[in-house]
């Protein structure tokens, strides 16, 4: 017997939308295949569901009921000063400057300062457009079924390379904002490149412009490979308005005797996923990655890791950390995956919750897959209110209730957000953490 899924209102919709985006969309030739292809693999599919082991704490269909049409063109003016007030703290930063408004590359309100000997830009609109034969490579190792939707409706987005054996004297600000006063869905994609020897700091933000429309989609890709020797850090911030669903996905390749250290906070999305696939490719790499989550009300924030030790000698660091009030639901599920000849491999992972409300909830899959057996691996999980022998020592030296919660809740997170080493960013992005707690 045959048994047929009913397609839900938001996957037909996205087959309408697909079918009428497809002439627009840019590219052609390959680029055109590559899309119908991918929103193939997704309509065999459909959205991922509570049945599927990788999304069983965040059920999409059952979730994203509707879904907002595609981006248009947007009319509105935006100038640098919109884009400081929304982005914060971070708009201090002495950094280059590259924006997307609305998914869409935004040349005049970007600022590159660095010699192009040293730093590569390229709009991917732009190249889909030649869709030069190299090109396609970028996507071969592509995925999921998020993955595929956004490689099926992407419509620009960053391609941005280090060249060998050179550093960015700044950091990279990779701003994307929305700015449209009607819900809209964009898919963006960054490539970048780090390639032998070269450094790269990357900050991505993700904001939203006053008046900007709510109950948005966002689907973001960024890809990232580190070649040998070269060391990357790669921070991504998402502070949002009520309303709006981010899907995220991170794929990173660590080279030989390369590094990665990664932070994202997540605030305040009613629905947020964020994927991040790491892959050790080569012998001696190090990874450190962190993240906190922060959620209120009924808001959703799954974070799902894979880390994969693909080759031997290589560490592995990660500590997640989320704060729950409300009935928010926060999701870790972390993967450790250790090869068969991936000996001398060092992995730990550690993701903890503090619960400011008994309705809140804080589920956790922490992994280990070891198939070699010279490792030292654990990982960990834990889940707890505020201290009360904490709590009386704050307030038997005078300090109001509000204030000691506030204060234990910021020193909880704060062990995550202590992870980033460059101090102008980790204050940056500690401002926005602790804007997020006060303001509860």
Known sequence: MNVTTLKTKAENQLREQFDDAATTL?????VKTLRANAFAAFAADGLPHRRVEEWKY???RERLRDVPAPVAASSKAVTAADLDRALGSLAALDAERIVLVDGVYRAD??????????IELMSLAAMLAKAPGWLEAKFANDSGVVVALNRAFMTDGVMLKVRKDQAAAKPVLLVHARAGAEASAIAVRNVISVEAGAKLTLIEAHIALDGAATGNLTNAVTDVAIADGASCVHIKS????????????WTTRIGKDASYRGFQLTASPALARNDINITFAGTGGKLDLSGVFLARGSEHIDTTLVVDHAVPECESRELFKGVLDGRAHGVFQGKIIVRPDAQKTDGKQMSQALMLSPDAQFSSKPELE???????CGHGATCTEIDGDLMFYCRSRGIPPDVARAMLTES??????DKIEDE?????????????????
């Open 26 to 30: 840019p590219g052609s030739g390959w």
């Open 238 to 249: 998402f502070v949002d308005r009520a309303g709006s669903t981010h899907l995220s996905t």
């Open 109 to 118: 309100l970007s600022k590159i300062t660095a010699e192009t000997t040293v």
């Open 370 to 376: 070891i198939y070699a057996d010279d490792v030292v």
């Open 58 to 60: 965040t059920d999409l």
């Open 412 to 417: 909880f997170v704060g062990e995550a957000v």
């Open 424 to 440: 102008a960013v980790r204050a940056a992005i500690s401002t926005l953490a602790i804007d997020w707690l006060r303001a509860g």
